[in-house]
């Protein structure tokens, strides 16, 4: 009988940093005392590093679409109107949390798969407040030139904030607040940052800090503006994940462009293996966050997923429109390059099973 190792291959969440297992199984900290208060402003500081921003970022108790939903009803007034280019699910996602804050929306259908042109945001008749993008559209596998766009839509309407959902680009891929003409941005710590889930860090640019129009109590951003520079949260955080943030910032940080590449070139060795069997990839330009293949012919995903299970593997379908029609493989959690040829290996074998 074959052993296998247990390999979480999923774009979230994903296979956690020894230093957040580190993290993690100290004692439990107060979040009003002094040490929390040190542990809080580190992973503070190293997000705002993270997101190249002179401006503030907050970390929020929630889920990455909490801090989509904070974003939509800080940045914006009901009535405001949004443009969103909807691609696949998470960019779906952005259209119905502006929706239901009010907002007056403006939706650009694509195909699933494709990218947003710079050319597409010419047609579109304004005014426009506001830009809502999805940088890594990890349900496509689909990587968004969000500088280009942010530049293109602030050529015609420059008073617009653009606010992007790097939720699974922030560490897997390069990326720049106001060096790329973005104005906010929102990530998730089950994603690249390789923590358990339960946070999300809100990153405000210094003109989108001049724009806040805090709504709401929980998700208030001026309430956690208030409190955040000085180590604390406006409400009980998780602190126990906060402090996970910071270990793994500590170590990541230094090494941030070699890490990148690295994710690169995992992504890259998983697609050669994926076309070298046949396989159709999805998106138009891909995102090192994750692969995303169109399933074999005549091939079913419970099939698929069933062969990678027996490998000892967690792989994740399609959403949306593509439920049942592809199916996905991430290294984006903590792995080398070793692994991604183990992967690569694993693929074929469960493939070829068929």
């Not at 766009?149 to 897997?172: C, E, G, H, N, Y």
Request: with cysteine; proline share 6%; hydrophobic share 40%.
């Amino acid at each position: 009988m074959l052993v296998y190792r247990n390999r979480l291959l999923t774009p979230g969440p994903v296979e956690l940093h020894p230093k957040a297992l580190e993290a993690l199984s100290r004692p439990q900290l107060h979040h009003r005392s002094d040490a929390a208060k040190q542990v809080f402003l580190q992973a503070k500081r190293g997000l705002e590093q993270a997101f190249q921003t002179q401006g503030q970022a907050l970390l929020l108790t929630g889920s990455g679409t909490s801090g989509m939903e904070a974003l939509v009803q800080n940045l914006f007034a009901p009535g405001d109107r949004v443009l969103v280019p909807v691609h696949g699910n998470f960019s779906e996602r952005w259209a119905r949390i502006a929706q239901q804050a009010g907002l007056e929306v403006e939706r650009m259908e694509l195909e699933w798969g494709r990218v947003v042109h710079p050319e597409y945001l010419e047609g579109p008749s304004g005014p426009f407040q506001g830009l809502l993008l999805t940088h890594s559209e990890s349900s496509t596998g689909a990587l968004n030139d969000v500088q280009g766009l942010a530049q293109a839509f602030k050529a015609r309407f420059p008073q617009a904030l653009v606010v992007v959902d790097a939720i699974t680009s922030l560490f897997v891929s390069e990326f720049a607040l106001e060096g790329w003409g973005l104005d906010a941005a929102v990530a998730g710590s089950q994603k690249g940052l390789m923590c358990p889930p339960g946070l999300a860090y809100v990153a405000l640019s210094p003109r989108a800090l001049e724009c806040l129009k805090p709504r709401g109590f929980y998700l208030n951003l001026a309430s956690e503006l208030k409190v955040q520079n000085s180590g604390e949260s406006a409400w009980t955080p998780a602190i126990n994940l906060v402090a996970a943030t910071a270990a793994v910032l500590e170590e990541l940080l230094p090494h941030l462009p070699e890490h990148l590449a690295l994710k690169q070139r995992q992504n890259q060795i998983l697609y050669t293996t994926g076309q070298g069997l046949g396989l159709k990839p999805v998106p138009e330009v891909q995102s090192p966050a994750t692969t995303c293949f169109y399933l074999p012919e005549g091939t079913a995903y419970p099939q698929v997923k069933e062969a990678f299970a027996r490998r000892g593997a967690t792989i994740i379908g399609g959403q949306g429109q593509l439920k049942g029609k592809v199916f996905r493989v991430s290294l984006m959690g903590y792995s080398d390059l070793y692994d991604a040829y183990a992967v690569a290996e694993l693929m074929r074998e469960a493939l070829r099973s068929q």
